[in-house]
Structures are given as C-alpha cells and as structure tokens.
C-alpha cells in the first residue's frame, strides 16, 4: 500500500518561509516524478510545481516561480517543498502526488497515481 504524509504546514507572516516535507512508504522517490499540489478556500487544486528525476522534466506555476524550490532525501525517502517569500495568496492545504510525469508546460492532475491528505498552510498578512 502507498501512503504519503505531509508535514510541516502552519501558521506563517507574509513574507517568511517554511519547509513542508512528503514521506513516502509503498513507492519509492528516487523512482518517481513528484508532484505539488494546492487548493485554497473556495478555489479548485492547482499543481504547482513537478519534477521528473528520471528526464529532468520541470513544472513551477507562475504563481510560485522563483519562491518554491523541491528538494529530495532518498536515504528517508522524503521529497520538500521549500516555500521562501509566502503571500496571503499562498494560504491553501498542500499535498503532495507521485505522478506519470512531468511537462515543461503545464501540471496534468490526471497523471497523479498516489497523493496523501495535505497539510494546511495559513499565511497571515
């Protein structure tokens, strides 16, 4: 069975950052594209950002670029989503997926295999 499990959400000021970290069991990162993804109150989920180890293949969203980076720790089999510069705008439950693949273009839900339950991130202006 796979599961993921975010971690690290809270309550943050504009313009601070935080860590929020993805642990897999039942699937292995290193093996995956690895996807973020966010639905804020009353807004439909946005993937975010995706990241193919495998071909390289990178998406950020426009709203993220240049603030949130994705980092991995094989050993622990976690994947991190660092957030610097937080806006109001970025207050939404965040999750992680394990998807097909990743497209320069654009983030394609229907690719998502496995995806935990989020962690709320709540930035306060």
């Known amino acids: 069975e796979v599961q993921l499990v975010e971690s690290g959400g809270g309550l943050v000021q504009a313009g601070g950052s935080l860590r929020l970290s993805c642990a897999a069991s039942?699937?292995?990162?290193?093996?995956?594209?690895i996807g973020w993804l966010r639905q804020a109150p009353g807004k439909e989920r946005e993937g975010i950002l995706c990241?193919?180890?495998?071909?390289?293949?990178?998406y950020y969203a426009d709203s993220v670029k240049g603030r949130f980076t994705i980092s991995s720790d094989n050993a622990k089999n976690t994947v991190y989503l660092q957030m610097n510069n937080l806006e109001p705008e970025d207050t939404a439950v965040y999750s992680c997926?394990?998807?097909?693949?990743?497209?320069?273009?654009?983030?394609?839900?229907?690719?998502?295999?496995?995806w935990g339950q989020g962690t709320q991130v709540t930035v306060s202006s």
């Open positions: 990241f193919d180890s495998g071909d390289g293949s990178t």
């Open positions: 039942g699937v292995t990162f290193d093996d995956s594209a």
């Open positions: 997926a394990v998807t097909l693949g990743c497209y320069n273009d654009s983030y394609y839900e229907g690719l998502n295999l496995y």
